[in-house]
């Protein structure tokens, strides 16, 4: 039986699905497709798009059209998902490194692998007038998909950090700077980052990478976007928000230890400072499209591999007729990512940082054409162009930070991702 997903206008593609034997998620980074984008939660369930059937660009809040005259052959298999790379901020001039990635946006892939637990789609989305053609298709990718390479397997090369010359002396004194603005009444807080880079000593697999930041964080959402040459990939522990139905969730994740240093968080001032100030212009954010807000709780800690952050949860009803767009754009960025107020704080981050933030820091997203989605902060992550990788990172800095302390921060952040890059040795 054919379930039109939107009916409205005339049929102008046709997406029918086949179930398939699981494989690796991140083994199917190796096809080629250009743009590739994954999806990848805690508990067994991805989502690896391949090639566009349909693009919505970045600023858009209305995703209807990702889904007009959509027809879908195959309703008792998973719905077809858009994914997305958003930018950090809209209309940034990309340097050397994001050129390629960016302008981004959100994209109905041509080919999606689904998988849930221990069952898994592979979804073919074509113009309606190649819709004879589907089955064929599907029969013949499902057989090639059997005998894909393991390129998840791959061992990942040695890496060797590169010298970041004053760099390091020069965001020690952004931070000072940031602090002297925040005594002056200017701004309550604001998140500065940087960069640090390492070379391999031959060009690792993308596939692998992810797959070791799986095996390393495996409590993360895990994300990947390639387009060209260039893959932006990562494992991020922050939700910007997930939809449900009409039931919205997201979280506070701000202050940030070492993993045996967790439990200095809760007798921090600095720090519960910082995430207070992140819980509240959440809420703030909330409350014009939501209804039946939790309220406030103290936060608890949140442990990762090798790092921990206070954390506070929030849940709300969304109002009817707001879109998972709309959603994502009223709370990015938060606070945890840009500071407070959020103009004030950008415009400095902007003066302060020597490099355009490109998708570091943006949100990914998964969109089902019923409205619901799943939005992660593109954190904890690099971007991979042949044997060089560039990790960003940031700290957020409020009255009473250190530039020195601060400075390590990024790096601990850093080294989670290193640190799974070096787990294949």
Known sequence: MNAAVLTDCALQLCSAAVEVA??????????????????????GEAWVGLGVARWLPAGSADASTLWAGLLDESPEAPAPVALGALPYRLGEQPDALWTGLVPAGVMLPQRLYVQRGAR???????????????????????????????????????????GEGGAPAHYAQAVAQAVARIRAGELVKVVLARRAAVSFDSAPQP??????LGARHADCVRYAWRRGHKTWLGATPE??????????????????RTSELAAELLD????????????????????????????????????LRGLAHLHTPLEATLRSGVDFLRL??????????????????????????????????????????????HAVVSLRGAVIEGRMAVLPAGAGIVEGSDGEAELAETQVKQRSVLDAFEGGR
């Open 22 to 43: 699981p494989l690796p998620p991140e083994r199917l980074l190796a096809l080629t497709a250009d743009p590739a984008a994954a999806f990848i939660a805690p508990g």
């Open 120 to 162: 898994a789609w592979w979804r073919l989305t074509l113009p309606v007038d190649h819709a004879p053609a589907l089955a064929t298709r599907l029969a013949r990718e499902e057989a090639a998909l059997a005998v894909l390479a393991h390129a998840e397997s791959q061992p990942l090369p040695a890496l060797h950090a590169l």
């Open 207 to 212: 596939a692998a990478l992810l797959a070791s």
């Open 239 to 256: 939700t910007l928000v997930r939809l449900d139905g009409r039931t919205l969730r997201t979280q506070a994740l701000a202050g940030t």
């Open 268 to 303: 921090s001032t600095k720090d519960r400072h910082e995430h207070a100030i992140v819980v509240e212009a959440l809420r703030s954010a909330l409350a014009p499209l939501t209804e039946g807000l939790s309220p406030p709780c103290a936060p608890v800690i949140r442990r």
């Open 328 to 373: 994502v754009q009223a709370l990015h960025p938060t606070p945890a990512v840009c500071g407070l107020p959020r103009e004030r704080a950008d415009a400095l981050l902007t003066a302060l940082e020597p490099e355009p933030r490109g998708l570091y820091a943006g949100p990914f997203l998964r969109l089902s054409p019923y409205g619901e989605g």
